[in-house]
């Protein structure tokens, strides 16, 4: 286990001095600067601490960061067992079982030296592969070490309006989208409107934003934005009740989708796909990422073990080869900034 202090960094923000950590949701509800994750098999940590303060994420010191060689990642799904597991889900969709359905993979390779320090990642990330949701959640007695460079906002609260941001559509420029795209984005847009409504209050959920292209380091997505209020007496828990796994990781309908992803997908997830951010619980503010474009630091083998997943949204339209290039393409930038190839070339490896 890494003996570094507790830290999460989010927004501009640090915050040390941990204070207690709980596997409840509703501890969200009551007080204080919490740090959040959510792994995407529900097992959730909550961290309160006590010093928050401003400070930008510092840059990169040389050495600091020790990553995995450029060849030595392995795959949970191979490009054979990822484009079969392609077919099998339009299999699924022309027997009516679901609309669409996430599919993901989970990289893994060895730590070298294994005292890898994920806030020293998150340096590198932040100059490598900037992101609007990217943080750090280092909480090594509790098994949560991550580094996030996450696009994609699952939940944002301030007071009783809460929204989210589901991407659906990735491309390298805005002429690799296509109708396929627009149509899954839509798709999941309905998806998180019926989640966020069974908390809300009626008539409250609504979609300011629809399939706007967001560009990124290395491509662009589709994004769209839901916003409601929520009903009285719907807190934390109840709204992770409604809106968790996040609806653009999954699938539509989400139940069918689930079953589907534990069929063909050789591992859990973890925090991959799962919900990482903060909770302001005196300001009433709070704000969630999909643990997308995500790594985190295993340590429960004989071995420490750094891992980063990647996926693509299926669909009738889907080509196995087109998408499991898109998953390539998602973890080609990121995999060369942990294994320090971005830095020293300024370019993908």
């Known amino acids: ?107 893994s390779a060895p730590l070298p030296g294994g005292g890898a320090d994920v806030d020293a990642l998150t340096s590198l990330l932040a100059r490598g592969n900037p992101a609007p949701y990217a943080g750090t959640i280092r909480l090594p007695g509790h098994g949560v070490e991550i580094a996030t460079a996450s696009p994609e906002l699952f939940l944002r609260r301030d007071g009783r309006t809460v929204e989210s941001g589901p991407i659906k559509g990735t491309g390298r420029t805005e002429d690799d989208l296509l109708e396929k795209d627009h149509a899954e984005n839509v798709m999941i847009v309905d998806l998180v409107r019926n989640d966020l409504g069974r908390v809300c209050a009626t008539g409250s959920v609504s979609v300011p934003d629809l399939c706007v292209v967001e560009k990124h380091p290395g491509l662009v997505h589709l994004v769209s934005t839901v916003r409601g209020r929520l009903a009285d007496g719907a807190g934390w828990p109840e709204l992770f009740g409604a809106a968790f796994p996040p609806g653009s990781v999954t699938g539509a309908p989400k139940s069918s989708a689930l079953r589907i992803i534990a069929e063909l997908e050789r591992g859990p997830r973890g925090p991959y796909c799962g919900a990482i951010g903060w909770v302001d619980a005196d300001r009433g503010t709070a704000s969630l990422a999909v643990g997308i474009r995500t790594f985190w630091i295993d340590r429960t083998g004989p071995a420490p073990l750094l891992r980063f997943g990647t996926g693509a949204g299926i669909t009738w339209g889907s080509d196995p080869e087109r998408e499991w290039d898109e998953t390539e393409l998602k973890a080609s930038r990121l995999l060369a900034v942990a294994s320090g190839m971005f830095e020293e070339t300024g370019r993908d490896a």
């Open 1 to 107: 286990m890494s003996d570094l202090a507790p830290l999460a960094r989010f927004d501009g923000l640090i915050a040390s001095g941990l204070q207690d950590v709980t596997y409840d949701p509703a501890a969200l509800d009551s007080s204080g600067f919490w740090a959040v994750s959510a792994d995407f098999e529900g097992r959730i940590v909550c961290a309160r601490f006590s010093d928050v303060r401003r400070e930008a994420v510092p840059p990169p010191v040389p050495g600091a960061w020790r990553g995995p060689a450029a060849g030595d990642w392995t795959s949970s799904l191979d490009r054979d067992a990822y484009t079969a597991g392609v077919r099998r889900i339009r299999e699924h969709i022309a027997a009516g079982d679901v609309y669409q359905a996430n599919l993901c993979r989970v990289l």
